[in-house]
């Protein structure tokens, strides 16, 4: 029995409410690495430790956020192909767009070694995780020249 026009689009509804709650608390993972991140600086900072210690731990944040950042790029991407078929209310199924396939799409989408470092690199690089990382190394920055003077 084929499924109908209905069972499909009802597939697709499941998936994109599923794959949207997962993409939001991705969202909230990555604020708390921030968070967690910006917490450790400021305390190491205020404790005059070295500031070779605070870079460091901004570096694996940094590293950690993008890594997480790549996981939830790859859910995106299903999303906005699973909202392209709810909008063409799923009458072109292509084999590689069927519902309930993130898994298989997940794994097919993923390059190995370089291309995966690549990938990460890449989110590393995006502006909404980038800057946040930069600014503390300026605040870095700014407690190491303030040592030299002080």
Known sequence: MQPTHNDIRNAYQKEWITL?????????????????????????????????????????????????????GRIETRLLETELMLAQNAELMRPNTAPMQFNRHWLSSRPRGVGLLVEYAKSALRPTV?????????????????AFKG
């Open 20 to 72: 949207q709650n997962q993409y939001d608390s991705y969202e909230k993972v990555a604020v708390a690495i921030k968070l967690v991140g910006t917490g450790l600086v400021v305390a190491v900072l205020l404790l005059a430790a070295t500031e070779l210690l605070a870079v460091t731990i901004i570096l694996l944040f940094w590293v950690q956020e993008a890594i997480w950042k790549t996981f939830q």
């Open 130 to 146: 980038a800057m946040h990382y930069v600014l503390m190394f300026f605040v870095t920055l700014v407690f190491y020249c303030a």
